[in-house]
């Protein structure tokens, strides 16, 4: 345990019991004023949002570049709405990767998501007929058509406590805005455990949501080394020594996920959005060499900010797919709901 989590888990146990009741004050008065449409601002096409109840990753990031995969398909031509965590400049590590897997389709960041995508549907600089919108399920200020919210099938959630004391940023109850619920990570879990987690949150969901269960899974790795990038196989990794560094909410799922397919020799657990300087890097370099590592294994969405660094090393980015058991019957909802009136 480093000593900035463990100054984390202190203050969440002495201070979180205390503030917690106070934060779930603060959250249920503004949701009982966006109840009644108070803040609420609509914007001049479909809306479908993608969001969690609590902070950390259950799979976002994935998941909406999943739908907007889908809708592309269906024919329509979505833009994906988000905050931008950190954003540099307009630029953020997670609408980095958007831009990257998605070439053509508009990535829109700002904190006041209803006003950058008014403003870019006047622009001319691109056409759009709706949004997802990333981490959207409390940012109600803007009307939406759909909501869809993650569930990390492996986690707590739906027992865990309110900010500070724990990870919800509201009640469990807040999944009766749910159209969708999407039980992530649920591969290789007992299927009475996800049966179970089912039955909990199709009682609290609204009336006639799906609820559907889904996995990560690395189908290959994108490979830089010596100025040039190729795509292998998931079994170039087996064999070779590596380093597994991350900057992400949940460092011991990739983490995991990596030591089932390399030998991990060390890894490195930076802060979620860590900014991957020069001298991080350098570091990262340096312990790898003294672990006798030859490759640097990392997410796509640190890649974004840690490329810039000159690698001698080897670096590799699992390439990650979303599998969504039962996702036609997603998709067609989320269909209708771009097909729908814009919410009002």
């Given at each position: 345990?480093?000593?900035?989590?463990?100054?984390?888990?202190?203050?969440?146990?002495?201070?979180?019991?205390?503030?917690?009741?106070?934060?779930?004050?603060?959250?249920?008065?503004?949701?009982?004023?966006?109840?009644?449409?108070?803040?609420?601002?609509?914007?001049?096409?479909?809306?479908?949002?993608?969001?969690?109840?609590?902070?950390?990753?259950?799979?976002?990031?994935?998941?909406?570049?999943?739908?907007?995969?889908?809708?592309?398909?269906?024919?329509?031509?979505?833009?994906?709405?988000?905050?931008?965590?950190?954003?540099?400049?307009?630029?953020?590590?997670?609408?980095?990767?958007?831009?990257?897997?998605?070439?053509?389709?508009?990535?829109?960041?700002?904190?006041?998501?209803?006003?950058?995508?008014?403003?870019?549907?006047?622009?001319?600089?691109?056409?759009?007929?709706?949004?997802?919108?990333?981490?959207?399920?409390?940012?109600?200020?803007?009307?939406?058509?759909?909501?869809?919210?993650?569930?990390?099938?492996?986690?707590?959630?739906l027992d865990d406590h309110l900010l500070p004391r724990g990870d919800l940023r509201e009640p469990a109850a807040g999944l009766g805005r749910a159209g969708v619920v999407v039980l992530t990570h649920a591969g290789g879990l007992a299927?009475?455990?996800?049966?179970?987690?089912?039955?909990?949150?199709?009682?609290?969901?609204?009336?006639?949501?799906?609820?559907?269960?889904?996995?990560?899974?690395?189908?290959?790795?994108?490979?830089?080394?010596?100025?040039?990038?190729?795509?292998?196989?998931?079994?170039?990794?087996?064999?070779?020594?590596?380093?597994?560094?991350?900057?992400?909410?949940?460092?011991?799922?990739?983490?995991?996920?990596?030591?089932?397919?390399?030998?991990?020799?060390?890894?490195?657990?930076?802060?979620?959005?860590?900014?991957?300087?020069?001298?991080?890097?350098?570091?990262?370099?340096?312990?790898?060499?003294?672990?006798?590592?030859?490759?640097?294994?990392?997410?796509?969405?640190?890649?974004?900010?840690?490329?810039?660094?000159?690698?001698?090393?080897?670096?590799?980015?699992?390439?990650?797919?979303?599998?969504?058991?039962?996702?036609?019957?997603?998709?067609?909802?989320?269909?209708?709901?771009?097909?729908?009136?814009?919410?009002?």
């Open positions: 345990m480093t000593t900035s989590s463990r100054i984390v888990g202190l203050l969440r146990s002495t201070l979180g019991p205390v503030l917690a009741p106070v934060y779930g004050q603060v959250v249920a008065r503004r949701n009982r004023a966006f109840d009644r449409g108070v803040g609420v601002v609509r914007v001049g096409v479909p809306v479908v949002s993608v969001g969690n109840l609590t902070v950390g990753g259950t799979g976002k990031t994935p998941m909406v570049a999943w739908l907007v995969a889908r809708l592309l398909e269906q024919g329509f031509r979505p833009a994906i709405a988000m905050r931008g965590y950190r954003a540099r400049g307009g630029l953020s590590d997670e609408a980095e990767v958007y831009r990257q897997t998605l070439p053509g389709v508009r990535v829109l960041v700002g904190p006041d998501r209803a006003r950058v995508i008014a403003q870019a549907l006047g622009d001319g600089k691109g056409t759009f007929d709706c949004v997802v919108l990333d981490d959207g399920m409390q940012h109600r200020q803007l009307a939406r058509n759909l909501d869809v919210v993650l569930i990390d099938a492996q986690s707590r959630t299927p009475e455990g996800v049966g179970a987690l089912e039955g909990r949150v199709r009682g609290l969901a609204q009336p006639g949501a799906l609820v559907v269960r889904a996995e990560h899974v690395w189908t290959g790795v994108r490979v830089r080394q010596g100025g040039v990038e190729r795509l292998e196989g998931l079994p170039w990794l087996s064999g070779r020594g590596v380093l597994g560094a991350c900057a992400v909410g949940r460092p011991e799922r990739f983490l995991g996920m990596l030591g089932k397919v390399a030998d991990v020799r060390t890894s490195v657990a930076l802060p979620d959005h860590d900014a991957f300087s020069a001298s991080t890097c350098a570091g990262i370099e340096r312990a790898a060499a003294l672990a006798g590592a030859q490759v640097v294994v990392m997410t796509e969405k640190d890649w974004t900010k840690a490329r810039a660094h000159g690698w001698e090393i080897a670096v590799a980015r699992p390439v990650l797919e979303m599998r969504v058991e039962g996702g036609a019957a997603v998709v067609e909802r989320v269909r209708r709901a771009c097909q729908g009136p814009v919410p009002g």
